[in-house]
C-alpha cells in the first residue's frame, strides 16, 4: 500500500489533470470545427433528402460530441464511488469511440468504392477488411476495458474515473495499428484512381478527393502511431489519453471530406477538357463514379438527380442506376 499510496497514486492524480486538458482540447477542437462547417452543412446537407450517406454524416459528426461529454463527464465521479460507477460510463463511451470511427471508416470505404467506379469488389473487399478489424477491435477493446483497475478511496478527495493499471492495453493497442494499416490501403487506392482519373474527367473534384484523402490519411496515421506509442511504452495512467482525440479526427476529416466534394459539384466545376484545351461541359464517360460520391442541386444534364446519390437520395429516375439509393 505504501508504494501505491507514494508512486502511483502520484501517477494516477497527475494522468487525471493531464487527461482532463486533453480531453477538454479535444472537445473544443470539435465544436469549433462543428461552428466553421455548419453553414456548409446548412446548405449542403440539411436540403438532401435521407439516404445511407446522409445518415452516416450525422452519425460520425454529432455523437462525437456526446461521446466527448461523456469522457469529460467521468472526471466529476466521486472517488468513493469509483470503483462502482466507473465501469458503465467507460464501458459505454469507449463503445461509442469505437463504432464511431468505424461510421467514419465506413463513409471513406464508400468514397473509395465510388472513385473505383462502383467496382463490387472492391467495395466487398473493403468491407470484408473493416469487418475483420471491428471484430478485432472490439474483443481487444472488451479485454481492455474489463482490465482495468480504478482508483477508489486511497486518496480521500481526489474525483474522477482514474486508471490505477490496465494490463489489456496492449491487446488494444493493435486496434490502433489496425486502423493505421486499413487508412493506408484507402489511400494508396484513392491516390492510385484519382492520379488515373485527374486528366480524364472532373479534375477539380478529383484534386478535392485527393487532397483530402492525403490529408486525413496524415492526420489519422500519426494520432494512431502516438496511440500505439503511448500504449505500447507509457505507464497505464495515459493509456486512453489520445483515445478521445482520434474518434474527433475521424470526425471532423469525413464530415469535411463529404462537404468539400458537395462545395465543389455545387460549383458546376465538374467539367472535361477536349483536346484543344476547351472546357465542353461533363464528361460522360465517367459520369457514373463521379456522381456516386457527390450529391448537387440543379445540375443540367439528364437524370441530374443522381449527383444526390447515396448522401442526398436520388429521382425516381434515377433510383436504379446506384444501389445504396434511399427508397421510399
Not at 455548419?38 to 445518415?55: M, Q
Request: charged share 15%.
Amino acid at each position: 500500500m505504501a508504494q501505491i499510496a507514494t508512486d502511483t497514486l502520484t501517477k494516477v492524480v497527475n494522468s487525471g489533470m493531464v487527461l482532463l486538458m486533453i480531453q477538454s482540447s479535444a472537445l473544443t477542437i470539435l465544436v469549433y470545427d462543428w461552428i466553421l462547417t455548419l453553414e456548409k452543412e446548412i446548405a449542403f446537407v440539411w436540403p438532401s433528402k435521407w439516404s445511407l450517406g446522409k445518415t452516416l454524416y450525422f452519425l460520425t459528426k454529432y455523437p462525437a460530441i456526446v461521446d466527448a461529454f461523456i469522457s469529460i463527464s467521468r472526471r466529476w465521479v466521486p472517488n468513493k464511488d469509483a470503483p462502482a460507477q466507473c465501469p458503465i460510463p467507460f464501458h459505454l463511451d469507449a463503445w461509442l469511440v469505437t463504432l464511431g470511427m468505424h461510421v467514419a471508416e465506413l463513409i471513406l470505404v464508400l468514397r473509395t468504392w465510388a472513385i473505383c467506379g462502383r467496382n463490387k469488389w472492391v467495395l466487398r473487399g473493403l468491407l470484408f477488411f473493416q469487418m475483420l478489424i471491428l471484430i478485432y477491435n472490439c474483443i481487444s477493446l472488451e479485454i481492455f476495458v474489463r482490465s482495468i483497475v480504478w482508483l477508489g478511496p486511497e486518496l480521500p478527495g481526489v474525483n474522477g474515473c482514474l486508471i490505477i493499471s490496465a494490463p489489456g492495453k496492449r491487446y488494444f493497442s493493435i486496434a490502433y495499428i489496425n486502423i493505421a494499416v486499413f487508412e493506408f490501403c484507402i489511400f494508396v487506392m484513392t491516390m492510385v484512381v484519382c492520379y488515373r482519373k485527374e486528366r480524364k474527367t472532373g479534375p477539380r473534384l478529383f484534386y478535392i478527393v485527393w487532397r483530402d484523402g492525403l490529408i486525413f490519411f496524415l492526420l489519422i496515421f500519426m494520432v494512431s502511431t502516438l496511440n500505439v506509442v503511448i500504449m505500447t511504452t507509457i505507464t497505464h495512467q495515459y493509456a486512453i489519453c489520445l483515445t478521445l482525440f482520434q474518434r474527433v479526427f475521424h470526425s471532423i476529416a469525413t464530415g469535411r471530406i463529404l462537404l468539400h466534394m458537395r462545395e465543389e459539384v455545387d460549383k458546376k466545376s465538374l467539367v472535361f477538357t477536349t483536346g484543344g484545351g476547351q472546357e465542353t461541359g461533363w464528361n460522360t464517360s465517367h459520369q457514373k463514379d463521379l456522381t456516386t460520391i457527390c450529391f448537387a442541386r440543379d445540375v443540367s444534364f439528364e437524370c441530374r438527380d443522381e449527383l444526390t446519390n447515396w448522401i442526398g437520395g436520388e429521382s425516381q429516375e434515377c433510383l436504379s442506376s446506384n444501389p445504396l439509393s434511399s427508397r421510399p
